[in-house]
């Protein structure tokens, strides 16, 4: 059984990407001109990666036999309904630069011989490479400006 500290940042782990931004945007798409869909195609990997993480988490949590609470979306996500790709890969990249200042300051908290270490340290690798696919996509975006 994991101590309750350990419990509530798994958690707080699988909440924070259960009901992210990504995840969000799965089910109210940006809207995405002609030519750039595949610019669009970040969005559902970094909410598959949050998917995932999520999955591995509530894994060592089920085995606890405690409940776990992954709450509601924010309702602020709703504002971004109907705008442009480029303005949400911008939002996204807010986001996750957020995300990764949050679970690096859960690392301390850590066990770190527990599963929270070592699956926030997963989470931080992930949020470190959606950041810089979606820098990599801007980048794309301006050098392909007149």
Same mark, same amino acid.
């Given at each position: 059984m994991l101590p309750d500290d350990? @419990?509530? =940042? =798994?958690n707080r782990i699988a909440a924070l990407h259960h %009901?992210?931004?990504?995840?969000y945007l799965t089910y109210a798409k940006p809207w995405?001109?002609?030519?750039? !869909?595949?610019?669009?195609h970040v969005i559902d990997d970094i909410a598959v990666? @949050? @998917?995932?993480?999520?999955?591995?988490?509530l894994r060592v949590l089920e085995k606890d036999d405690r409940p776990v609470h992954l709450g509601d979306f924010p309702m602020d996500y709703t504002d971004l309904n109907d705008l442009s790709?480029?303005?949400i890969l911008n !939002?996204? &990249?807010?986001?996750? %630069? &957020?995300?990764?200042?949050?679970?690096?300051?859960?690392?301390?908290?850590?066990?770190?011989?527990g599963p929270a270490y070592?699956?926030?340290?997963?989470?931080?690798?992930?949020a470190v490479g959606h950041l810089q696919n979606l820098e990599e996509i801007g980048s794309q975006a301006s050098s392909s400006r007149p």
């Open positions: 350990q @419990h509530r =940042l =798994l %009901r992210s931004l990504p995840t995405v001109p002609t030519g750039k !869909e595949e610019d669009a990666d @949050h @998917h995932d993480l999520v999955e591995r988490v790709l480029s303005f !939002e996204l &990249k807010i986001y996750e %630069r &957020k995300l990764l200042a949050t679970l690096e300051d859960i690392v301390p908290w850590t066990d770190k011989e070592r699956l926030v340290n997963i989470a931080i690798g992930l």
